[in-house]
T-cell receptor, first 112, second 113 residues
Framework: DQQVKQNSPSLSVQEGRISILNCDYTNSMFDYFLWYKKYPAEGPTFLISISSIKDKNEDGRFTVFLNKSAKHLSLHIVPSQPGDSAVYFCAASARGNEKLTFGTGTRLTIIP | DGGITQSPKYLFRKEGQNVTLSCEQNLNHDAMYWYRQDPGQGLRLIYYSQIVNDFQKGDIAEGYSVSREKKESFPLTVTSAQKNPTAFYLC????????????FGPGTRLTVL
């Protein structure tokens, strides 16, 4: 039972354009969401997070949007740069629970 | 500088042998975690530890064992009971239990021949 879903296994975007990565969840107890970036043969690194009391969080080129009614969040990267090419994982957590539930990841390729 | 160390980066073992993966952190974090990543899948939690001398099973603990004798160390043993041990193993830590942001090590790729 996949509680966090990233339905696009891969995405290609032209350098300088906007990259939009999507994530859906089914567990209504999730109240905190994170995005991680992962290069091959390395551990994931934290990018940005959002609490369910917000619908948007911004950090430089990265913005995460949360639509609680749709149980959907998205990560926007603008402008996209070649170094953004990586696998992006969405993760979710419920209140009072330290466990993170990860999606299957989306491989983003930025085309120069 | 502070971080999480996993060694070795690549590990090969014969089927039926137990193998222990190392994870060390000098971040002074209380909580530590072990995940497994398989191709096309997300990270799945194997075991986690909130404090020294305490640990809990994650979603896929069967065939694995852990210990937490020191705050900075959380080794994972992949036993012969694990039916499909070949995978990429990731160790993570967080400042305290319940802190959502976890910091990851570089991972160990285990191949069982």
């Amino acid at each position: 039972d996949q509680q966090v879903k990233q339905n696009s296994p891969s995405l290609s975007v032209q350098e300088g354009r906007i990259s939009i990565l999507n994530c859906d969840y089914t567990n209504s107890m999730f109240d905190y969401f994170l995005w991680y970036k992962k290069y091959p043969a390395e551990g994931p690194t934290f990018l940005i997070s959002i609490s369910s009391i917000k619908d948007k969080n911004e950090d430089g080129r990265f913005t995460v949007f949360l639509n609680k009614s749709a149980k959907h969040l998205s990560l926007h990267i603008v402008p996209s740069q070649p170094g953004d090419s990586a696998v992006y994982f969405c993760a979710a957590s419920a209140r009072g629970n330290e466990k993170l539930t990860f999606g299957t990841g989306t491989r983003l390729t930025i085309i120069p | 500088d502070g971080g999480i160390t996993q060694s070795p980066k690549y590990l090969f073992r014969k089927e039926g042998q137990n193998v222990t993966l190392s994870c060390e952190q000098n971040l002074n974090h209380d909580a530590m975690y072990w995940y497994r990543q398989d191709p096309g899948q997300g990270l799945r939690l194997i075991y986690y530890s909130q404090i020294v001398n305490d640990f809990q099973k994650g979603d896929i603990a069967e065939g694995y064992s852990v210990s937490r004798e020191k705050k900075e160390s959380f080794p994972l043993t992949v036993t012969s009971a694990q039916k499909n041990p070949t995978a990429f193993y990731l160790c993570a830590s967080s400042i305290v239990a319940g802190e959502k942001q976890q910091f990851f090590g570089p991972g160990t790729r285990l191949t069982v021949l």
